[in-house]
């Protein structure tokens, strides 16, 4: 708590939480993992700014919040940008970290406001007070405040709006969220475009080279954005970014390689595990499937229910080179609801034949079965409704 000695300078509008040396210590090394000093920092003060803020949300107003997408991706953020998104409910918010003593306007990359799936409803300044072990949330506004009566600036990409055209009473945020109120929060922004698979290569290769000190700005923002919008080619760009080579990286994502060494430690972090195929359990193998390798699963919570996204090869010879994708309910005798979606595409987010399949009626599994050809190649699964926290991978088959 604050002494009597400190009250007189704290502003009674704003919201005040503290950091104790012990979270300083414990954040600090848990931002080590980054490509240069600059990054390391920028991961500091926003891994700070969420430990400090998530924890009072839930107790002061009970709202269930989440990082987003989710935590595990925060990493792959932080090294291009920054800035840390929470989702509550329907609504998104977006906290910018700054040690600036002058708190005289709200700077926020393009990256949160031109990238379509970040796009939050409400901005919030936050200043860290490392010496004061405090942060101090000054002032929120709206996409559409931003978007519409903010200053764009061409050097560093970021939107600016001044201290007075924001609100310092976050109180508003949540009971319009409690209370239903429908606010236009939002302002309508264009798609981004799809890359393909040769340009992001080589996009990565440039960008993930950790002697490119400042990434954001060597390319045009929609080609920038596109890589950071694509979970799986984010993820590449900050462990490329780690100096890790390639082939290491599509190693640690290569599905083959899991079944005959185990499961990699950062997929693990993405909640992949193996199965023994003869256990017993909810997603058990399938009566067509008759490798006696272990299964791939990764659980999804979806609509409040828990499913499990299973992989396994078709014959225990991997060089066959035919997966079964297959969605289960992860409670036995438990079914999957009509509506739902199993997706495969390319790397490139790329559709091709017999890639999707719905239920139409309610059914014990999903499942598709690609046959690929000698060459690796990169895959991404989606399902719908989507998982909670989801965001898109690369898996190598």
Not at 321 to 344: D, H, S, V, Y
Request: glycine share 6%; charged share 25%; aromatic share 10%.
């Amino acid at each position: 708590m604050f002494t009597p000695d400190e009250l007189p300078r704290i502003d009674t509008r704003h919201l005040w939480l503290e950091i104790s040396e012990n979270d300083k210590t414990k954040n600090w090394q848990q931002s080590q993992d980054f490509s240069t000093s600059n990054r390391r920092w920028n991961a500091y003060l926003n891994r700070l700014t969420l430990n400090a803020f998530l924890p009072w949300l839930h107790s002061e107003h009970n709202i269930k919040a989440t990082p987003f997408p989710n935590l595990v991706t925060l990493p792959s953020i932080w090294e291009a940008v920054n800035g840390t998104s929470i989702s509550f409910g329907s609504k998104k918010l977006v906290l910018i970290p700054t040690e600036a003593t002058e708190l005289d306007e709200i700077r926020v990359p393009q990256e949160w406001l031109d990238i379509p799936s970040w796009v939050a409803d409400y901005y919030l300044g936050v200043q860290v007070n490392l010496e004061e072990n405090c942060i101090r949330i000054w002032g929120y506004t709206t996409h559409k405040q931003l978007k519409e009566k903010g200053n764009y600036d061409t050097n560093d990409r970021s939107y600016s709006l001044n201290a007075e055209d924001l609100i310092s009473n976050l109180n508003i945020i949540w009971l319009a969220s409690q209370l239903g109120v429908k606010e236009a929060t939002r302002a309508e922004i264009a798609p981004l475009p799809t890359l393909a698979i040769a340009q992001a290569e080589s996009l990565l290769q440039r960008l993930g080279n950790p002697k490119v000190i400042v990434t954001r700005t060597k390319v045009p923002f929609t080609t920038w954005g596109a890589i950071l919008e694509h979970g799986g080619w984010r993820q590449r760009l900050y462990e490329q970014r780690q100096g890790k080579q390639q082939a290491t990286i599509n190693n640690q994502w290569n599905v083959g390689e899991w079944l005959q060494n185990g499961v990699s430690e950062v997929a693990q972090k993405f909640g992949w595990v193996t199965v023994d195929s003869q256990a017993d359990f909810a997603g058990s193998r399938s009566a067509d499937v008759v490798s006696a390798l272990p299964i791939l699963v990764r659980r999804l919570m979806i609509a409040g229910e828990m499913y499990e996204l299973q992989i396994q090869p078709k014959s225990d010879n991997l060089a066959d080179r035919i997966w079964r994708f297959e969605l289960r309910n992860a409670t036995k005798a438990q079914l999957i609801p009509p509506g739902f979606k199993l997706r495969l595409l390319t790397a490139d987010l790329q559709p091709f034949a017999n890639n999707e399949v719905d239920a139409k009626k309610i059914v014990e599994r999903l499942y598709l079965e690609v046959a690929l050809g000698d060459e690796i190649e990169g895959l991404v699964w989606e399902v719908e409704p989507i998982p909670e926290g989801f965001e898109r991978e690369i898996l190598y088959v």
